[in-house]
């Protein structure tokens, strides 16, 4: 047998591994792009919003408040107003957003609002629960009866 004769004027095929590269970079792209479609800003369809009006029965509120004695600790929950900002940085499109700071004892308890609407916090960060209320019992479950939260730190720049 002999050789494969070279292609007339010198035309060149793509290598194997440059095709399939290029097969599979298209295929990421297009998978990832697929995943993250619903995510990226569409506006959910009228159906899919909540009517307005008053919350339904059940339906826990925009910001908690409570106030209680739990296994000795005064545990707290005020509402506050959080600024926030525009996207565009645009200071006169300023908006304040409701929130709820917790305090054990009179100090901070760092809490966080997860993406599936739970709350975790510093002390229990390795569960989270449906309330606010649920997150600062748990906190005090693992404080136990003695241990207090460390005073809250002065952020310096």
């Not at 975790?120 to 136990?144: I, N, Q």
């Amino acid at each position: 047998m002999s050789p494969t004769p070279a292609k007339p004027g010198g035309a060149h095929h793509p290598a194997r591994r440059a095709v399939l590269r290029g097969a599979f970079t298209a295929a990421v792209v297009t998978g990832t792009g697929a995943a993250l479609l619903p995510l990226l800003g569409r506006e959910p369809s009228t159906a899919a919003r909540p009517a307005p009006g008053p919350a339904p029965e059940g339906a826990r509120p925009a910001v908690e408040q409570f106030a209680e004695t739990y296994r000795g600790r005064e545990i707290r929950g005020t509402p506050v107003v959080v600024p926030a900002a525009a996207p565009d940085g645009d200071r006169a499109a300023l908006s304040a957003v409701p929130a709820t700071e917790v305090r054990i004892d009179g100090r901070p308890l760092h809490v966080m609002r997860r993406a599936d609407g739970t709350y975790l916090s510093d002390v229990t960060h390795y569960e989270s629960f449906p309330t606010l209320l649920e997150t600062a019992r748990a906190a005090v479950d693992e404080l136990g009866p003695t241990a207090r939260l460390a005073p809250a730190a002065a952020h310096r720049m």
